[in-house]
């Protein structure tokens, strides 16, 4: 299957799960800032969860594919359609050959992952076929998708077969599948969410108004938000007596406290180190709500403790667990 | 790097204790000491060559820092490791009882000696465009802040900020030079800067606020490279003065 990028939408990459074991040189972990919605768009499709997709943010590409193809959608609903022919996600679709996939305005969330069966060819960089844009490496040549450029799937599984072949596919028009990712493993997405927050190193070092607006205030995501962090609008925070800090390591949905008082959520592309107080950590499940908003969105904080986001977190692990085995026994491979 | 050092007069932590804080639901900080010196690096360096050694399950990075080692870990491997043994605990309990009986009576251990990398640097003119103003500023010549600058033994902290990049301790204090008003918005890879009390090269084109004063021919990051970082965290490292043609030459 060969891709043909007609429209290189507002900033779509190739994106899988990142380079985590690099961090140590300096290198971002970076990887889907929505990774529940990318291992769920390929757990559809026959995947491995961490074969690439694309990624697609706000406005989508447009995708002339040169074959019957098997993708699914899930993550933002961007109003994607194949000719004509409205897409719906967290299902696999067969796209007919020669069929047209394209975007329109963003009705909810900021990022689509699209899947394809046998995952997007790329050469990997560190371990993974990610793009990470401020180096310039990984994905086609380090840089977001644009017209012109033609992407191959990798071969797809005899899983990805079955599922396809169940789809009936061939005619004109796509064939969506019956069943689609069930309610535990589609996030639950908004322009104002809820997100909880576990206490990071520095957060008994807020004032007692400032702890107080951490959890009770609405935070805007600022216009310039962006792979790397989300830098929120509000009111300012600030510690109860400067301290010293060195740089150290930062993660995934770490909360920075930068002088100003402004805090910044550090996504995906964050680097690697961070000089600022961390004032608070995203509970991992929670991440995926922070990377669908967009500027102008809102937030509220929530504590909860360790304990609790760890449970969260293994329980949607077997979720997805569980959805990968579903899939796997109601496809045998190789049985159409 | 901008937000590397925020001195204030907080009470330095007790250097002996080694702490651990979450750092969100799958890391965990290991605070080793307090100060940014050689010594507090030795004991960095030994804890990360004990957890190193010590191969435990479920690891998925380590990232020393000047005081602390941060462990990414996966909180579903742990949990596996746990379902085979007794004790109730959440994952991160676990890794850090595992962490603590690794890190036992740990001290300032004998080390490996460090590699030393030569750095060869073209200073001054279009490549290191800072040079004469940190010169005037220290009512220094040019060639005598070359000098000083080539002449210290450099010591690699840690690596962050960007790819491969090098937290430097050892700039001399004569030739220590507050960050520039306006940051440029480009600077290009491989040039050599001093900012505050750091000195170090951009691995890559970034913005930056520093003073710049040269620029090495060598990539120290390569993203096709076998290695892509030239330095790594406790290697020495020394700048050798070249001339604008051994500066040409080197790239051609």
Redesign the interface.
């Known amino acids: 299957v060969s891709i043909r990028i007609v429209g290189g939408g507002l900033q779509t990459t190739i994106q899988d799960l990142g380079r985590?074991?690099?961090?140590?040189?300096?290198?971002?972990a970076g990887g889907a800032m929505d990774r529940v919605a990318h291992r769920v768009a390929n757990v559809l499709v026959g995947n491995d969860e961490a074969a690439a997709a694309l990624e697609a943010a706000l406005i989508g590409p447009t995708m002339l594919f040169d074959e019957q193809t098997l993708i699914a959608l899930a993550g933002a609903d961007l109003d994607a359609t194949v000719d004509g022919m409205r897409v719906a996600r967290w299902t696999p679709t067969v796209v007919p050959a020669g069929a047209t996939l394209r975007f329109g305005r963003a009705v909810t969330g900021c990022r689509a992952s699209i899947a394809v069966a046998g995952g997007i060819e790329a050469p990997l960089?560190?371990g993974s076929r990610g793009t990470y844009l401020?180096?310039a490496?990984g994905g086609v040549d380090g840089r977001a998708l644009r017209p012109g450029d033609v992407l191959d799937a990798r071969a797809p599984s005899r899983l990805s077969e079955s599922i396809a072949a169940s789809l009936r596919g061939g005619g004109v028009r796509p064939a969506h599948g019956a069943w689609s990712a069930g309610a535990a493993l589609r996030p639950a997405y908004s322009n104002d969410v809820i997100v909880r927050l576990?206490?990071g190193?520095h957060t008994a070092e807020l004032t007692g108004a400032s702890r107080d607006a951490l959890t009770e205030r609405r935070f805007r995501v600022s216009p310039s938000s962006d792979r790397m962090g989300y830098r929120l609008e509000g009111e300012a925070l600030a510690l109860r007596?400067?301290?010293?800090?060195?740089?150290?390591?930062?993660?995934?949905?770490?909360v920075q406290l930068?002088p100003g008082g402004a805090p910044i959520v550090l996504m995906a592309d964050r680097?690697?180190?961070?000089?600022?107080p961390?004032i608070g950590?995203?509970?991992?499940v929670d991440l995926p709500l922070v990377a669908q908003l967009k500027p102008g969105d809102h937030l509220r904080f929530r504590m909860i403790s360790?304990?609790e986001?760890?449970?969260l977190?293994?329980e949607l692990?077997r979720d997805l667990a569980q959805a990968r085995l579903a899939i796997a026994l109601r496809f045998p491979a190789g049985r159409h | 790097v901008d937000s590397l050092f925020h001195y204030s007069n907080l009470a330095r932590l007790r250097s002996s204790h080694m702490n651990f804080t979450p750092l969100g639901d799958s890391a965990v900080t290991i605070t080793l000491a307090s100060s940014i010196d050689e010594s507090s690096h030795r004991v960095v360096r030994a804890a990360l060559r004990r957890i190193e050694a010590a191969a435990l399950p479920g690891i998925v990075d380590l990232v020393p820092a000047f005081t602390s080692i941060a462990v990414h870990y996966d909180p579903v491997q742990i949990d596996g490791e746990l379902r085979t043994g007794d004790e109730p605990a959440s994952p991160y309990g676990h890794l850090v009882a595992r962490l603590e009986e690794v890190l036992h009576e740990l001290s300032d251990e004998p080390l490996p000696a460090a590699r030393t990398v030569e750095i060869p640097v073209c200073y001054g003119g279009d490549l290191g465009p800072d040079l004469d103003d940190v010169a005037r500023q220290h009512h220094l010549t040019a060639d005598e802040v070359v000098a000083v600058h080539a002449s210290g033994d450099y010591l690699v902290y840690m690596i962050g900020f960007m790819p491969g990049f090098a937290y430097l301790g050892g700039l001399d204090s004569r030739i220590a030079t507050p960050r520039r008003q306006s940051p440029r918005t480009a600077v290009p890879a491989g040039t050599v800067g001093i900012g505050g009390s750091q000195t170090g090269v951009y691995p890559l084109v970034s913005p930056g606020g520093w003073n710049l004063i040269g620029r090495t021919p060598l990539a120290i990051f390569d993203a096709a490279r076998q290695k892509p970082t030239l330095l790594d965290a406790g290697d020495r490292v020394r700048f050798r003065p070249i001339s604008v043609d051994e500066f040409r030459d080197w790239r051609s």
């Open positions: 985590p074991t690099h961090q140590h040189e300096g290198i971002p960089v560190f401020r180096a490496f576990i206490e190193a007596a400067p301290r010293e800090m060195f740089s150290e390591a930062v993660a995934f949905g770490t930068p680097q690697t180190t961070g000089g600022y961390r950590e995203v509970a991992s360790l304990a986001a760890q449970q977190f293994l692990e």
